[in-house]
């Protein structure tokens, strides 16, 4: 992403977020919708990997999900569990972004 686009959104008063809703996102839009296709498809393997390589005196969340799952059905609480992970995951990406400089890794 050209860079550029952001340095005159925030140029023209826009704040950071309303830059991110608004020029970051839409830009690459197609990257994340990709990016989720690809992590999607990537977890149908970790349940199996999650299983062959657990122990008795350790069990994944994946594996506890499929067990249970298998045992009684779908359940609220796997949805509820998947919010709470998805969004741990973005506030810690915000936190990262905030104050750690990941532009140098590019």
């Known amino acids: 992403m050209d860079l550029t686009l952001e340095e005159v959104a925030l140029s023209l008063g826009a704040d950071d977020l309303r830059t991110k809703r608004h020029v970051t996102l839409p830009t690459n839009k197609h990257g994340i919708i990709v990016g989720d296709f690809f992590a999607f498809m990537t977890s149908f393997d970790n349940v199996p990997v ?38 741990l995951t973005l506030v810690l990406m915000l ?10 890794l590019r």
């Open 50 to 87: 999650s299983i062959f390589r657990g122990n008795a005196k350790m069990t994944t969340l994946p594996v506890i999900i499929y067990s249970q799952t298998e045992a009684y059905g779908v359940d609220p609480a796997f949805a509820a569990i998947s919010t709470v992970v998805i969004v």
């Open 95 to 104: 936190v990262l972004d905030r104050y750690v400089d990941l532009d140098h």
